[in-house]
């Protein structure tokens, strides 16, 4: 066991011993080894379940929307991303600070759970394509910590070769190009919603998709409804996402979700300068405030 | 037994095309699925596809009839009905039980659908044996042979380089002799099947279960999910549907679409109750429908071991697990 799963185990014991919360949420091993999916441990005897290796994926911020009810506080463990979830949620004020205890875990960057199924245990595994771009290791925000931060000018070094290679490839294409590629993307997409589910910036109470009296979106599969599901379900992350990157990972589909999502960063960029969301809990939202030198081409 | 080359199956789907659409287990943008074989389709013969057969039968869309409403008047019309018979090459074991759920649902205790009826008629069933299990593959734990299924018109045998066949049903006999020309009889022996990886003991569980509506497991078992529908939309038996209208002014259609236990809105009633709120409502209809109720209704399980959920489930809510929780609860 390494020592930071032995100290994982031992803030998490302390924390459910003393009763400062009564659940904590981390990972544990799966059905196969390159699976570390959510673990909820609720008594002081149940920490040995907890593991941090390369397959600790999941955001476990996203679950915290669960618990806004709760009594009591709950402990959870945040990688780089899972606090910048756990900042866009506070920003949104979707939960209270003082409810959530974080214990922060710098992340070495996972590895891509299919490549680990094909290539076997002892192979040298890729990092997931998520993890490869990654620009903030280190938890943001935390109570505990474990382990040590990446050098911030190696996620300095990072941040400067910042790389949109993959969507200024779509954007060179024509219109008709592009709409090829997407409705080939999305005919496949089977609306199973995981993308959605798993985001840490669908927050909404009640989804627009599920609002189905309304009827914004119908209950066919076809290129028409995909596609408006496609284009919304991007527009309302705009300027939200955290580029954890789980929508794309758990798309049964393998659809380039975060193609979309990084073209509305880039054009956010642009557009108001460079943001990345929730890293900064006390900032404007780009798309969510007016500001009078914001381009305005379109009036 | 008549034995085909594997290089040569392309020739012999090919033939079988010019009278029947032929589905075979193909690679299409990096997804495994049945798609009707045309030349240069991508096979994929070598592991289970990853949509099973389901939406050949029970398509994720299906329009039923279309209408006109103005004021008082409402008609109603027919859509052109589909023609024409289709082989389905290569289901394996787990799905050709799935077929078997689809029809008990669909086809029996009185009630016929028209529109599942009317696919099922028109098509023939190829099996295809499988020889080394996928790694979330748990069939034989769920009562299913691996090697030869049930409800198979023709059961095919994966020996290697080639594919044996075996003429089950008459309509097997008939098809088989069309393509006789490229078929070899020749002594094989069919491979014996190797290890699973994974196992469920689901002896005893759907008894058990009839016990556990309000027992605290499904507090834990439920709160990693996340209530989506991966598993209801890769699994070869779910078949829940919801009907909807799709209406432009005067002129509608009528559709029914796949549905899934998981989602809110299945079921939020007219007057906007929702019965099963949460997680854990939805998560125990789920198992409970897969190893209890569909037991009780049909005396078969509702889950064949294909391993399709295990493989997607984005937060790794393991059925062979909640299998093992069921049988460990006090």
């Not at chain 1, 409705?183 to 995981?194: D, G, P, T, V």
């Not at chain 2, 994974?198 to 605290?216: Q, Y």
């Not at chain 2, 209809?285 to 489930?313: I, Q, S, W």
Request: aromatic share 10%.
């Amino acid at each position: 066991m390494s020592d930071k799963v032995k100290k994982m185990q031992e803030i998490a014991r302390e924390i459910l011993e003393k009763g400062e919360a009564k659940v904590v949420i981390g990972w544990e091993k799966g059905t196969h080894w390159y699976l570390s999916p959510p673990a909820f441990i609720d008594k002081p005897e149940e920490v040995e379940r907890l593991v941090w290796d390369d397959f600790c994926h999941n955001n476990l911020s996203k679950y915290l929307k669960d618990y806004v009810n709760h009594e009591g506080k709950v402990a959870i463990f945040v990688k780089g991303c899972d606090s910048r979830a756990f900042n866009r949620l506070l920003q949104d004020k979707q939960i209270e600070r003082d409810k959530v205890i974080l214990i922060g875990i710098p992340c070495h960057g996972l590895k891509d759970q299919d490549k680990a199924k094909e290539l076997g245990e002892n192979a040298d595994i890729p990092k997931a394509k998520k993890c490869v771009e990654c620009r903030y290791p280190n938890p943001l925000v935390y109570d505990y910590f474990i382990g040590e931060e990446k050098a911030l000018d190696e996620v300095a070094a990072a941040s400067e070769a910042r790389d949109f290679s993959d969507v200024e490839a779509i954007e060179t294409l024509s219109p008709d190009e592009k709409y090829e590629f997407w409705n080939k993307q999305y005919e496949r997409c089977l609306r199973c919603y995981a993308c959605r589910n798993v985001c840490p910036a669908c927050s909404c109470r009640e989804c627009i998709f599920d609002q189905t009296r309304v009827g914004w979106i119908g209950k066919a599969n076809n290129a028409s409804e995909n596609q408006f599901f496609a284009l919304t379900r991007a527009m309302h992350v705009a300027g939200l996402c955290i580029e954890c990157g789980e929508c794309e990972r758990v798309c049964p589909m393998n659809i380039p979700i975060m193609l979309l999502n990084k073209k509305l960063i880039k054009d956010i960029n642009l557009l108001f300068g460079p943001y990345d969301a929730g890293v900064d809990v006390d900032g404007k939202l780009p798309l969510g405030h007016f500001d009078k030198n914001d381009p305005e081409e379109f009036m | 037994m008549k034995t085909v080359l594997k290089t040569k199956l392309p020739e012999l789907f090919e033939k079988l095309a010019n009278n029947y659409t032929v589905f075979v287990p193909a690679k299409i943008e990096g997804i495994s699925r049945f798609a009707p074989y045309q030349n240069g389709l991508e096979l994929a013969l070598e592991e289970n596809v990853l949509m099973p057969p389901k939406d050949i039968f029970f398509p994720q869309t299906e329009k039923m009839y279309k209408f006109k409403a103005k004021d008082q008047y409402l008609e109603i019309e027919d859509l052109p009905p589909e023609e024409g018979q289709q082989v389905i090459f290569g289901v394996r074991s787990c799905d050709l039980k799935s077929i078997d759920c689809l029809d008990q649902v669909f086809l029996t205790k009185g009630f016929v659908d028209a529109f599942y009826q009317d696919k099922r008629d028109r098509s023939i069933l190829i099996g295809l044996s499988c020889v080394k299990p996928m790694e979330n593959c748990f069939c034989s734990s769920m009562g299913v042979d691996p090697q030869k299924g049930v409800g198979a018109d023709i059961q095919a045998y994966d020996l290697g380089d080639k594919v044996g066949f075996e003429a089950i049903t008459e309509k097997g006999r008939e098809l088989l002799g069309k393509i006789e020309t490229l078929l070899v009889e020749e002594a094989a022996s069919v491979p014996a099947v190797e290890k699973f990886v994974l196992t469920a003991d689901i002896e005893g569980v759907p008894e058990k279960l009839k016990n556990m509506f309000d027992h605290p497991i499904w507090d834990d078992i439920c709160r990693k999910c996340l209530n989506c529908s991966v598993c209801a939309f890769v699994c070869p038996t779910c078949h829940c549907f919801d009907i909807a209208s799709e209406v432009r002014g005067e002129d509608g259609t009528k559709i029914r679409c796949w549905d899934t236990c998981m989602f809110d809105e299945y079921t939020r009633m007219a007057g906007g109750h929702q019965p099963r709120p949460g997680k854990k409502e939805r998560v125990r209809n789920r198992f409970m429908h897969k190893l209890r109720y569909f037991p009780e209704r049909y005396d078969m399980l509702l889950c064949t071991g294909c391993g399709r959920c295990v493989a997607k489930c984005p937060v790794n809510l393991d059925i062979t697990a909640v299998i093992r929780k069921i049988k460990e609860a006090e």
